[in-house]
Antibody
Framework: EVQLVESGGGLVKPGGSLRLSCAASGFTFSNAWMSWVRQAPGKGLEWVGRIKSKTDGGTTDYAAPVKGRFTISRDDSKNTLYLQMNSLKTEDTAVYYC?????????????WGQGTLVTVSS | SYVLTQPPSVSVAPGKTARITCGGNNIGSKSVHWYQQKPGQAPVLVIYYDSDRPSGIPERFSGSNSGNTATLTISRVEAGDEADYYCQVWDSSSDVVFGGGTKLTVL
């Protein structure tokens, strides 16, 4: 059974930093493309970014609102995905979901974690 | 940037058919995916590649895509189908795009 478990959320002041983690199990993590999707309170889904598998280059792509501030990385030896968030803004307040990204399935998010809440407030 | 437009809300009586639309410029040329999100829960993929169902998703859920509109159809609607539904595509210039979401209310 695929499991994605996020951690690291919390309250942070504007301009601060936070690192989220996502522990993966139930599938071959090293072969998977992974992504982060967020959802502001009462709002819709917003894609944050994606990291390819190392065999596919390991490159990253980001949505415009977070580009240059957020960094996605992975540790395949620990089956863990990370999201380093710097220069946080109040509008980054959201539940952050770790997801698998099925590039071969037409670019969809086939498995989701339960999410972790990040609150950016002074 | 590519934009997907969904109606904010759709209401349907139990046992009837619900249709949730997702509009986009020439969306018929793209692969459309649909997610169901119940209150307090993470989204779940219910349709991918326009009309394919992941394992475990009831046959009552189906999808179609043509022209400028993709449609998620839920047949024989049940109370448990009440949720927010989001469409999503990948676009060469915008990357991943989500629709704004549709709240399905079962009357």
């Amino acid at each position: 059974e695929v499991q994605l478990v996020e951690s690291g959320g919390g309250l942070v002041k504007p301009g601060g930093s936070l690192r989220l983690s996502c522990a993966a199990s139930g599938f071959t993590f090293s072969n998977a493309w992974m992504s982060w999707v967020r959802q502001a309170p009462g709002k819709g889904l917003e894609w944050v970014g994606r990291i390819k598998s190392k065999t596919d280059g390991g490159t990253t792509d980001y949505a415009a609102p977070v580009k240059g501030r957020f960094t996605i990385s992975r540790d395949d030896s620990k089956n863990t995905l990370y999201l380093q968030m710097n220069s946080l803004k109040t509008e980054d307040t959201a539940v952050y979901y770790c997801t698998t990204f099925d590039a071969l399935g037409g670019a969809n998010f086939d498995y989701w974690g339960q999410g972790t809440l990040v609150t950016v407030s002074s | 940037s590519y934009v997907l437009t969904q109606p904010p809300s759709v209401s349907v009586a139990p046992g009837k058919t619900a249709r949730i639309t997702c509009g986009g410029n020439n969306i018929g040329s793209k692969s459309v995916h649909w997610y169901q999100q119940k209150p307090g829960q993470a989204p779940v993929l219910v349709i991918y590649y326009d009309s394919d169902r992941p394992s475990g998703i009831p046959e009552r859920f189906s999808g179609s895509n043509s022209g400028n509109t993709a449609t998620l159809t839920i047949s024989r609607v049940e109370a448990g189908d009440e949720a927010d539904y989001y469409c999503q595509v990948w676009d060469s210039s915008s990357d991943v795009v989500f629709g704004g979401g549709t709240k399905l209310t079962v009357l």
